[in-house]
């Protein structure tokens, strides 16, 4: 009888986010920025809200929830810390995906379960030395050995390698087939050969660790190989298109972040006995960095729908990823304008926004390489 809008899921999941952000994750983001090294007790918070099983179903101890319902979650983490957001992102999606789409039942047991329930660290490593953009480059070698793989080799820049029980692998099997020879591994922490590097010290996401990964001689069972042989570049293609929006999800929190802190500025600080506020040159800013995050939603959201649909949506993702973290740093440079000499000091939360913003421009792919990409699926190239 009554027209009235029933609430979406997601709506909820909004509310439920934003209030554990504002509770719990922004008045200790500082705190995790300077201690400089994963905050497990966080990680163990982020665990009781079931947030790291939001893609999977009930069946491993996730809840069963869509795409748009995930990227929901990471960008109200984002909005208070990109490195409780990004090592969320790592746990939900790349740390732990191909385990369920290819793992045995006993591997789902003894690590995705534990995973989902905030126990067990994931991680994801396919950056080498010389193979980053290009994956065609990767030289970590797994091979046939009885009934073993045996890996050699090395991984760097890899996300929680310090702290994670285990780690889903990018390894060649086979050079003459080029992209078709390379194969996703499960490696756990502990297996004799595999070493982990001291952390790198870094820009920003100073609350996640990341270091080098080194492969001598590592002896892991036949059934470890995640997926069909070749199938490795396949299969990641095949959640690009999430890697891509979750990380423009990122970027939206990050720049309602730097907005938020701006306009408070705006409206308190005084100059020529006027808010800055009150200065068009501070107005053109402000409403230059909401429209930017309007139409960074409107991308993000409308391919969140596609993938939630079924459809490819590589386009759209790339679209939103390069232009919504090419925001997030428009809005965090334009922050620390805002906030001139108080955006230098370590007191204030825009320093941390500008160096944070950096991390989205390497993660599912550079802005260079989004750009070559939808170009080619214009048609031109
Ligand atoms: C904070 C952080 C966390 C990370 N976490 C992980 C992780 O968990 N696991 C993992 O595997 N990796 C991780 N990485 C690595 C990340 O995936 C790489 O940084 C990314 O793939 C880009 O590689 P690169 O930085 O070495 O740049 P390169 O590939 O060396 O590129 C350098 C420059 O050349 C440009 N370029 C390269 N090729 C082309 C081309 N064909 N056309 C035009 N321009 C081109 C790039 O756009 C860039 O500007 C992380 C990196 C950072 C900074």
């Not at 027209?3 to 994750?25: G, Q």
């Not at 396919?126 to 009885?146: I, Q």
């Not at 050079?175 to 010290?201: A, H, M």
């Amino acid at each position: 009888m009554f027209n009235i809008p029933k609430p979406k899921p997601e709506d909820l999941i909004r509310k439920t986010f934003a209030r554990f952000t504002d509770e719990e994750i922004i008045p200790r983001a500082r705190e995790m920025d300077e201690a400089n090294q994963f905050p497990r007790w966080m990680f163990e918070k982020v665990a009781t809200t079931g947030a790291f099983g939001i893609r999977y179903p009930k069946s491993v101890g996730g809840a069963g929830g869509t795409t748009t319902q995930f990227c929901v979650i990471v960008e109200e983490l984002a909005r208070g810390s990109m490195s409780v957001a990004a090592f969320t992102a790592m746990q939900c999606l790349m740390g732990t995906n191909f385990l369920f789409e290819y793992g045995t039942p006993d591997q789902h047991e003894r690590l995705l379960k534990p995973a989902i329930r905030g126990e067990k660290v994931a991680s994801f490593a396919l950056t080498e030395a010389d193979a980053a953009t290009d994956l065609g480059g990767v030289k970590t070698m797994a091979r046939p050995d009885g009934d073993s793989w045996i890996i050699n080799g090395s991984k760097t820049w890899i996300t929680n390698a310090p702290v994670a029980d285990f780690y889903t692998v990018l390894c060649q099997t086979d050079k003459s087939k080029g992209l078709k020879g390379l194969n996703f591994f499960l490696i756990e922490r502990g297996t004799p050969g595999l070493y982990v590097s001291k952390k790198f010290d870094k820009l920003g996401t100073r609350a996640t660790e990341i270091s080098e990964l080194a492969f001598t001689d590592v002896r892991i069972p036949f059934e470890n190989r995640l997926g069909r042989e070749g199938a490795g570049v396949g299969n990641l293609l095949r959640i690009l298109a999430v890697i891509r929006v979750m990380t423009a999800a990122l970027s939206i929190g990050l720049a309602r972040a730097a907005y938020d802190h701006s306009k408070r500025y705006a409206l308190e600080r005084f100059q020529f006995g006027k808010r800055i506020g009150s200065f068009q040159l501070v107005q053109q800013k402000i409403a230059n960095m909401a429209t930017d995050i309007w139409a960074s939603e409107l991308m993000t959201y409308k391919t969140c729908e596609m993938i939630d649909r079924g459809e490819r949506a590589l386009k759209e993702a790339s679209m939103a990823k390069y232009f919504a973290s090419e925001v997030a740093c428009r809005a965090s440079d334009e922050a620390t304008r805002i906030f001139g000499a108080y955006s230098y000091s370590m007191e204030y939360d825009v320093q941390r926004f500008y160096r944070d913003c950096r991390f989205l421009l390497f993660g599912g792919g550079t802005s260079e390489i989004l750009q070559t990409i939808i170009s080619r699926e214009c048609g031109v190239f």
